[in-house]
């Protein structure tokens, strides 16, 4: 079973600068934690304009998922966002890493 250590915030530092392609092992392996499904809400991105416009949304198991009112025009900084909530969730803390 996987589990989060909360002191790895080098890990939420190499997200930050890349979210994106190849991630080193050990971050490969926390974002498996970040995003296998558990109970209770679970932060998602959901598209409104491919390539354009992202919103916040929050989904539970077996039900559609509720619309925030965030909206993020670069996928970047959305998906920074969304690992800062989960990370969030997991720690009981906010992610360290701004």
């Known amino acids: ?3 989060f250590d909360k ?15 190849e991630h080193s092992p050990d971050l490969q392996y926390l ?3 970040l995003r296998a499904p ?7 991105l959901l598209i409104d304009r ?7 949304g929050l989904m ?3 039900r559609a ?3 925030t009112n965030m909206v993020f025009t670069d996928l970047a900084a959305a998906e920074w966002h969304v690992f800062r909530e989960r990370w969030s969730v ?3 803390a906010e992610c360290p890493v701004v």
Do not use: C
């Open 1 to 3: 079973m996987y589990q």
């Open 7 to 21: 002191s790895r915030v080098d890990l939420a530092r190499e997200f930050k600068a890349a979210p994106f392609g």
């Open 31 to 33: 974002l498996n934690i």
């Open 38 to 44: 558990r109970p209770g809400p679970f932060h998602v």
């Open 50 to 56: 491919p390539g354009e416009r992202w919103t916040l």
């Open 60 to 62: 539970e198991p077996g």
């Open 65 to 67: 998922p509720v619309r």
């Open 90 to 92: 997991l720690a009981g």
